[in-house]
């Protein structure tokens, strides 16, 4: 589980976040979402201490990460992974080199067994015979991939995602989705995903924070989502013909 | 001055949180090849062709038949080993070298890996920036040595086989007066200057931000200062040294 709470963030006096407290569950699949600079890129880089939140702390099961010294922190990333909004693969490094990579540099696991997680991971995203190819002979979706492989490789008690589906084609953005969601099951993973993709919310958000202008404006499942009476939410939401339409809908049946 | 301060907590970030042993010694025989193997080529064609013209243009300039010839040589030698293999070979591998440490860390950067390497607990400073400098004070002192040698080469191709000055006299001015300590010195240049160049760049990568124009704006910038950088150090061990 991660707690955040009263995060704070701003750039050159601007307030990027504004206060913004949650909670995120272990083994389902927790959302942020919103409109493009609302800050829920802020948000996932201070959860994950890539940024220093001006105030507010971040806990994972508990234990302070942003006042941690160095050790906690060290300790508590190495049970992160993350999938980043282009994959962040390694260039110089194939397939199976960037997904054995955290295998190298943290474990002392034999080559043999490092070898065998590695192709256990990346036949459990759907990657067959691509071990040794490069990043920039493989596509959007299959790089992807390879970043869930990566993240989940060194047994992640947490994932995190910065626009998994960003740029694909809705089919395999669906398939990343749902790929997701069963690791975050099977795993019993706290997931955090950041997505602007009404598709995601509805098909993988067990949990959604909705934020508008740096602060949380709404938070709830995807089943309330849709009979929500936040404006900005609205908005949002519904600024998609077909999710009008399917409101619509739903409003006739009843 | 933010930026210096900067500069020295960077420095000192190579030193903390540092992972395995044998992961360095692995990513720095890479480097090696990376920056002292692949630099060997430009370095040799440069340190010879500076070495032939410096024996050409001081024959030139040897006007008086009362200097002997064998002077020619002296003045490359010590021009060679004091100035041009440490020097001017710094600036060809700021050139080279320099932008390329910039251009690979910025890339990384824009495209997130280096926020992958944090995320997974990873010192990204240390990972990433203390090879490239630990290869460079490896591998850029054998450069200036080799640099140093094809130099005198070039001026002896050049000078003996066009008639400028005899072989005797060649050899014998490379051997008259010669002072051990300038070597030496050639050396203490080689290791500061492979420092400047290695670290400078690796900051103005390291810290890049925006897109593909800003990669290209700080390989610019780290050539320029990494130059920059090697001029004020030379003066400044020529003043203290010599």
Redo the contacts between chains.
């Keep these: 589980m991660i707690e955040i709470q009263n995060i704070k963030k701003s750039f050159d006096g601007k307030a990027v976040l504004k206060g913004i407290s949650g909670v995120f569950r272990k083994g389902k699949t927790n959302l942020i979402i919103g409109a493009s600079g609302t800050g829920k890129s802020v948000l996932l880089?201070c959860i994950?201490?890539?940024i220093k939140p001006d105030e507010g702390t971040v806990y994972y099961d508990n234990r302070d990460f942003t006042h941690a010294n160095?050790n906690l922190?060290?300790?508590?990333?190495?049970e992160?992974g993350?999938l980043?909004?282009?994959g962040?693969?390694?260039?110089s490094k194939n397939v199976e080199e960037n997904v054995i990579?955290?295998l190298?540099?943290?474990t002392e696991m034999p080559l043999d067994e490092k070898l065998d997680r590695v192709n256990f991971c990346l036949q459990r995203v759907g990657l067959e015979n691509v071990n040794k190819k490069m990043p920039s002979e493989i596509s959007g979706g299959m790089k992807k991939r390879v970043g869930i492989a990566r993240a989940i490789v060194?047994n992640s008690s947490y994932l995190?995602c910065d626009e998994p589906n960003s740029g694909l084609d809705p089919q395999t953005a669906i398939t990343i989705d749902n790929l997701i969601k069963e690791i975050t099951e099977e795993y019993d993973i706290t997931t955090v995903v950041v997505t602007h993709d009404m598709n995601s919310v509805m098909e993988i958000g067990d949990y959604v924070m909705f934020l508008h202008e740096g602060e949380k404006v709404w938070e709830g499942s995807d089943q309330n989502i849709m009979k929500s009476r936040v404006k900005e939410l609205n908005d949002f939401v519904f600024a998609n013909k077909m999710m009008r339409i399917v409101k619509n809908e739903e409003t006739s049946n009843t | 001055m933010k930026s210096i301060g900067k500069y020295i907590l960077f420095i000192g970030s190579l030193f903390v949180n540092r992972e395995k042993f044998k992961t360095y010694v692995a990513l720095t025989l890479d480097e090696c090849i990376n920056i002292g193997i692949n630099s060997l080529i430009l370095i040799s064609i440069v340190a010879t062709f500076i070495g032939a013209v410096s024996t050409i243009q001081t024959a030139y300039n040897l006007v008086s038949p009362l200097i002997p010839d064998y002077v020619i040589s002296q003045v490359v030698r010590d021009l060679t080993i004091l100035e041009l293999a440490p020097s001017i070979t710094a600036i060809v591998f700021a050139g080279k070298v320099g932008s390329n440490i910039a251009g690979e860390l910025g890339t990384m950067r824009i495209t997130e890996q280096i926020d992958a390497l944090e995320v997974m607990g990873i010192n990204s400073v240390s990972y990433l920036v203390f090879p490239k400098i630990l290869a460079s004070l490896i591998t850029y002192p054998m450069l200036v040595v080799i640099a140093g040698f094809l130099s005198i080469m070039g001026g002896y191709l050049a000078g003996v086989y066009t008639g400028i000055v005899t072989e005797a006299d060649y050899l014998y001015g490379l051997k008259v007066d010669f002072i051990e300590f300038n070597v030496s010195f050639a050396m203490i240049k080689s290791f500061v200057f492979a420092f400047l160049v290695s670290s400078i760049s690796s900051y103005k990568g390291f810290y890049t931000t925006g897109g593909a124009f800003e990669v290209g704006k700080a390989s610019t910038i780290a050539v320029t200062n990494s130059c920059i950088a090697i001029l004020l150090a030379d003066y400044l061990l020529a003043q203290l040294l010599l």
């Design positions: 880089k994950v201490g890539l160095r922190k060290t300790d508590i990333r190495r992160i993350m980043f909004q282009g962040a693969l390694f260039d990579f955290p190298n540099v943290l060194n995190f």
